[in-house]
C-alpha cells in the first residue's frame, strides 16, 4: 500500500482517470447520509450533483448500503448510499469533465470519494477526499510505474525520511500543492523551494532553522505559511512579497527531534522579537497566529490588514493589546496575552 502525498490535479488527474479506466474493474462514489436527511434541504443539495448522477447512470452497475459494504471497502466510513459502476472511456470523459482534481471529489458540490476497484473487488485507488488521504493498492513495481508515467502522482517513500534531496527531485518534478518539511533534520530551508511553483501550503518544522531564505518569499502561489522551530532570528520584510498569503503561523519552542537533555529557550532569550511592519503590505491574509516568541510589541501596519479575520500572538512578552487593535472592528476575534508554555513536541509522532 502507498501513500499520495498530496492532491492529484489538473492535466495529472485526467491522466490517473485514463490510466485506471484501462486498469480497474469498477469505480465508486459516495452520497452519505449526512448531505441529505434533512428533508428541508435535500433538493438544495442533491441538485448539486443530481445531474452527474444521472449521467453516470448507463455505467452503473450496483447500488449499495452502508451495511453492505461497511468493512469491505474504504469509502463506506459512515451511513450512506454507495454506487458502483463499470470503467470505461465513456465514464472516464465524465469524470473528468466532473472534477479536476482526486481530491475534490466532496459533498456538497459532488459526490464523495471517488474511488476504484481491481477486478477482484478490492479497493485499488483509495480516496477520502474530505482529509486529503489517498492510497494505492498495488506493489512496488506497478507504483513506480504510475509514478514515472504521471508527473503530478506524488508517491510518498520511506526513501525521503532524513533525504531532503531525494524529496525536493520528486517534488520538483511532481509540483505539490502542499509540502512538510519536517525531520530532514535541516539547519536551513533550500534554495531549490523557490521550484515548487505550485506550492499553496507550507508547513515547516525543523527546530534547527533560523533563518529564512529570500527563495522562500518567491513561492508567488503560497496561501498558508506554517513555520515551527526552536528559535526564529527574524520574520523578513519580504514576507511582504507573499501578495496571496491568507494564514501566517509562526511559533517558535517547538522541536521535531529534541535531543534527551534539550531545554526550551526562555522567552526572554529568543531572537524572534519584531514582527517587520512590512506584514502590514499582506493584504490577502486572513489568519495571523504566533506564539512563545520574544514579541513585546506590535506594529501598527496590522491595522491595514482589512481582510484579516482572526489575530493570536500568544506566549510572549506582550503585557496587554496595543490600542489600535480595538479600531480593527473587522475581526472575528483576537487573542493577545502572556500565556503559560506548552510545548509543541513532535519528537515521538
Not at 459526490?111 to 476504484?116: A, K, R, S, T, Y
Not at 514515472?148 to 511532481?174: C, Q, S, T, W
Not at 518544522?205 to 503560497?222: C, H, K, M, N, V
Request: net charge negative.
Amino acid at each position: 500500500m502507498f501513500r499520495l502525498y498530496s492532491d492529484v490535479r489538473g492535466t495529472a488527474y485526467e491522466r490517473l482517470i485514463d490510466y485506471a479506466m484501462e486498469r480497474a474493474d469498477t469505480f465508486m462514489l459516495g452520497v452519505h447520509k449526512w448531505t441529505t436527511e434533512d428533508e428541508d434541504e435535500l433538493s438544495n443539495k442533491g441538485v448539486l450533483f443530481k445531474e452527474l448522477l444521472h449521467r453516470l447512470n448507463p455505467f452503473l452497475l450496483s447500488t449499495h448500503s452502508y451495511e453492505e459494504m461497511r468493512g469491505k471497502h474504504s469509502i463506506a466510513y459512515t451511513p450512506g448510499t454507495f454506487y458502483r459502476y463499470q470503467c470505461t472511456p465513456e465514464a472516464g470523459k465524465v469524470l473528468k469533465q466532473a472534477a479536476s482534481s482526486l481530491f475534490s471529489w466532496v459533498h456538497p458540490k459532488l459526490p464523495e470519494d471517488l474511488c476504484f476497484q481491481n477486478a477482484d473487488g478490492e479497493d485499488w485507488v483509495i480516496n477520502i477526499a474530505h482529509e486529503r488521504i489517498g492510497r494505492l493498492n498495488m506493489d512496488k513495481e506497478d507504483a513506480d510505474e504510475l509514478e514515472k508515467l504521471i508527473p503530478g502522482v506524488f508517491i510518498h517513500k520511506p526513501e525521503h525520511y532524513g533525504n531532503i534531496d531525494m524529496f525536493l527531485n520528486d517534488a520538483i518534478r511532481h509540483q505539490p500543492d502542499r509540502v512538510e518539511l519536517m525531520r530532514f533534520g535541516l539547519t536551513e530551508i533550500p534554495e531549490r523551494i523557490r521550484e515548487l511553483r505550485s506550492l499553496k501550503h507550507l508547513t515547516i518544522l525543523e527546530q534547527d532553522i533560523r533563518t529564512l531564505p529570500s527563495a522562500l518569499f518567491e513561492l508567488e502561489s503560497l496561501e498558508s505559511l506554517t513555520i515551527q522551530v526552536a528559535d526564529l532570528e527574524e520574520l523578513p520584510a519580504d514576507i511582504s512579497k507573499l501578495s496571496r498569503l491568507k494564514s501566517l503561523r509562526v511559533s517558535c519552542g517547538c522541536y521535531d527531534r529534541p535531543a534527551p537533555d534539550y531545554k526550551v529557550i526562555p522567552k526572554e532569550e529568543l531572537a524572534f522579537r519584531n514582527v517587520p511592519p512590512a506584514i502590514g503590505e499582506l493584504h490577502q491574509l486572513e489568519y495571523l497566529d504566533i506564539s512563545y516568541s520574544g514579541i513585546r510589541t506590535l506594529p501598527p501596519e496590522i491595522q491595514n490588514l482589512r481582510n484579516l479575520r482572526s489575530l493570536d500572538i500568544v506566549n510572549g512578552l506582550i503585557e496587554s493589546a496595543p490600542e489600535f487593535i480595538y479600531t480593527m472592528t473587522w475581526l472575528d476575534r483576537f487573542l493577545i496575552e502572556d500565556k503559560p508554555f506548552h510545548l509543541c513536541n513532535h519528537g515521538d509522532d
